[in-house]
C-alpha cells in the first residue's frame, strides 16, 4: 500500500510524464504533417506549424477521451505504477526518436508500451489488442486504396 508521500509522488509523476508525452507529440507529430503541407504546397512552414498545433490541441480536448479510455483500460489491466512506466518509456522513446530525425507515432509507442506491461502481468485484453492490430496492418493499404481510387475517379471525370 502506498503512503501519501509516495502517492503525491506518483501522482506527480503521473502528470509529469502525461505532459512530457505530449511535448513529444508535439515535437515529433507536427513536424511530420507540416512537412506533407509544405511538400505539397499547401502552406508555408510558420503558418503550417500553427495550423497543425491548434488542430492537434482541439482534437485532443474533443476527440481524445476515446482513445485514452482505451489505451488507459482496454488493454491491460494495470496500476499506477505499471502506468507510469509506459508514459515514461512513450516519452523518452519518442523524444530520442524526435531527436534522432525519425518519424514515430507516439500512439503507437505508448501502445507497444501497454502491450509490454500486457505481456508481463499476463493480463492482455485480446480482443482490443487485435483490434488494435488489424487497424494497424490495414490502415495503410486502404488508405492507399481509397486515395488511387480517387485519383482514378477525378482523372475520368476531367478535373
Known sequence: MLTMSAYKA????????????SFARGLNDTPKIVGMLVAAGALA?????????????VGGFLLSRRVAKTMAENI????????????????????LASY????VSTTHVSVGALFGIAMANRTAKL???????????????????????LYVGIK???L
Open 10 to 21: 506518483l501522482r506527480t509523476g503521473l502528470f509529469a510524464t502525461g505532459g512530457l508525452i
Open 45 to 57: 512552414v510558420a503558418p503550417g506549424m500553427a495550423l497543425v498545433a491548434m488542430f492537434m490541441l
Open 76 to 95: 491491460t489491466a494495470m496500476d499506477a505504477e505499471q502506468g507510469l512506466v509506459a508514459s515514461l518509456v512513450t516519452a523518452i522513446l519518442v523524444i
Open 100 to 103: 534522432a530525425g525519425l518519424p
Open 127 to 149: 480482443r482490443t489488442v487485435a483490434t488494435i492490430l488489424v487497424a494497424w496492418v490495414t490502415t495503410l493499404p486502404l488508405a492507399a486504396s481509397i486515395a488511387a481510387g
Open 156 to 158: 475520368a471525370i476531367g
